[in-house]
Structure formats: C-alpha cells, structure tokens
C-alpha cells in the first residue's frame, strides 16, 4: 500500500483509561494515558465513575498530547475516535469530543474499533509482522485468536465463551483481597513463586474457544478449603498461589495457540491487550517460540493496555481508504469488527 502523508489526533476513552495520541506519517508522535485510580477502591470499574473521570481529563490530555508532539489543531487532518466495544458513558465522551473538534475544523471523523486496534499495535514499531499472522488478543473484555489477513482484515479463529482472561487475573486477585486491577499484582507476586506448587484444573474447550469462568469457582474453593485449615493460608503463600494461578491461565492461552498455529500453519504469532504486559506470558511466548520456530511478536508495555497510540495507527491505515464517518455516528458498546 503506497502511505499517504497525514497528521492525525486520536482519542481513546472506552474503559477507564482517558488517552490521545498525534500520529505524522504512520510515526507516533505522542501517546499520552491519563488512568483512572479513583476505581480501585471499589474493586472493579463503575462505569458512571468513569465518564465523570473522561469528561475531566480529555481536555488537558489532549492538549498535551498536542503540545508534546508540538501541533497545531490546525495542523490536524482527521481526528479518530474509539467507537466501541466499551462503556457507553465512557465511549460517549471520547466520541463526542472527536465529534466536535472534527466539525469545528471541518476535518474528516474516523472511528476505530478497539480490539482491532489492540491487534494494529504492532504496527508502531520498528519489528513489525508481515500477512497473515495470528494474534491472541487478551484483554480485560476479550480473548481471541485472531488471524490478522491485512491491516482491516482480520477473522476471529476462537475466543472465550464466559469471562475473559484479564478478568480472570482480576477475579482471583480480588478473591486474594487485592486491590483492582490485580493483573499486574499477580505478575508482581507471581515472579517470586513456584508455578507447580498448586495445580488448577484446566476446563476442555472444543475448537479455538475458552473458558475461564470454571477456574474462578476452584480458585475459590481452593482458598476457602485452605483458609479454613489455616486463616493465614494466603499471606503465607501468596508468591506460590500466584505463581500456580497464573501458571494455570497461561497454559491455557498457549495450548491454544499452539492448536491454532498447527491448525493455520502460520508461525507468525502476535500478542496484544492488557494481559500481553505480562511478564511470564511475554516469557512463555519467547520460549516457545525459539523451540517451535515462531516468529513472535510482543509489544512494548506502553501499547499493551489500553492507549491512544493503538487508535491512532488503526485510524492511519483507514485514512488511506478514506474510511471516514459522519458525525451521525454514535457510540456502540458491543461493536463488532467490519
Ligand atoms: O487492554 P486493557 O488495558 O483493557 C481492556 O481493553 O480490557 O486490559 C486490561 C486488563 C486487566 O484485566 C488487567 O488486570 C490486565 O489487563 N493486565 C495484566 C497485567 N497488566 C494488565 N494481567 C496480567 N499481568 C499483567 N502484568
Ligand atoms: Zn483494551
């Protein structure tokens, strides 16, 4: 595809993370993330919380994500926006303000599907896959794999049938009393543990799908069998609990993807979304990939969760096709890819 030259601004603001980026040229100039701590106190994100938190954060986000990159407005060519999947509040107030900026500087409005920008991150840097290769998407709402065709062509091969595996992370660390979200915690603890210290059951899905919801009920009955035998139980094996839950979450997602590799036999594989940040994922996917001879592609940190950066390089590529929308359009928090 010959690239036509562009300077985009793109606002994401489907979850609890307030984010804009400027993109020149298919190079990401700034990619500034405003997150939102107010949730942790509640263990989980209300979403009312959250849109206040937009409305109050995507004025001076945005400024700097334009004073950073050093443009004008005026400069701007098209502004992109996340149109779903997310919360409706919280989609609403990215999307309006996208509207309203794209009208006032009569300039087109592209909208951007989220998980398939999480895929098109790995179009930021330097080492990027060539067509077709697959990507396991796990995020905080999805688990997927997807096999990426072109940069707007992608087809989901398997995805979870209950929870994703970012809440699966999240839900057996608030079982462990930590505070929301417990991803990243479980990663830290998990670093210390022995990952075979306490075996989980592993639920059989056919195909490509998932099931995590069935590991959130034994994680539970698991402590409760153990806490009541001993009311320290958790402070004293946090590192090897979270070592072997983890452990339990990750064969989950490789089995499968080694299923969908032999499946496809593509050995191009790519990881995106929240859960991609961590570290004994990265590791796993590293290994296996130098033993079977993939090529494995695993994003920076700064575009694992949810940024801007991932909204504006989607957008870049619609730009080329002149995908642009009318300012009709109107949040949708079950949007599919087209
Ligand atoms: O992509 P993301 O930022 O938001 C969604 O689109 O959902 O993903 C958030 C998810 C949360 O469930 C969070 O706990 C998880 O990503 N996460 C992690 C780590 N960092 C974030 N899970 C495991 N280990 C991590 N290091
Ligand atoms: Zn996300």
Known sequence: MLLSACTLLAIESSCDETSASVLKDGKILSNIVATQSIHEQYGGVVPELASREHQKNIVPVVDLALKTAQIELDNLDAIAFTRGPGLLGALLVGSSFAKSLAWAKKIPLI???????????????EDKPTFPFLCLTVSGGHTQIVLVK???EMEILGETQDDA??????????????????????????KEGNPLAFPFPIVEMPHLDFSFSGIKTAFLNFLNNNQNKNQHFIQENIHDICASIQHTLIQILIKKLKKAIKQTQIKQVAIAGGVSANSGLRQVLKEEGEKNNWKVFIPDF??????????????????QK?????????????????
């Not at 909208?111 to 840097?125: D, K, N, R, Y």
């Not at 700064?302 to 730009?319: G, P």
């Not at 002149?322 to 087209?338: A, Y």
Request: proline share 5%; charged share 20%; hydrophobic share 45%.
């Open 150 to 152: 072109d940069y707007l």
């Open 302 to 319: 700064e575009y694992c969760t949810d940024n801007a950066a991932m909204i504006a390089i989607t957008a870049y590529f619609k730009y």
């Open 165 to 190: 595996v970012g809440e699966a992370f999240d839900k057996t660390a608030k079982i462990m009393g930590l505070p929301y979200p417990g991803g990243a915690l479980i990663d830290k603890y998990a």
């Open 111 to 125: 909208e951007v599907q989220h998980i398939q920008a999480h895929v098109l991150a790995h179009f930021i840097g």
């Open 322 to 338: 002149k995908m642009f929308v009318s300012q009709n359009v109107s949040p949708l928090p079950r949007m599919e890819w087209e």
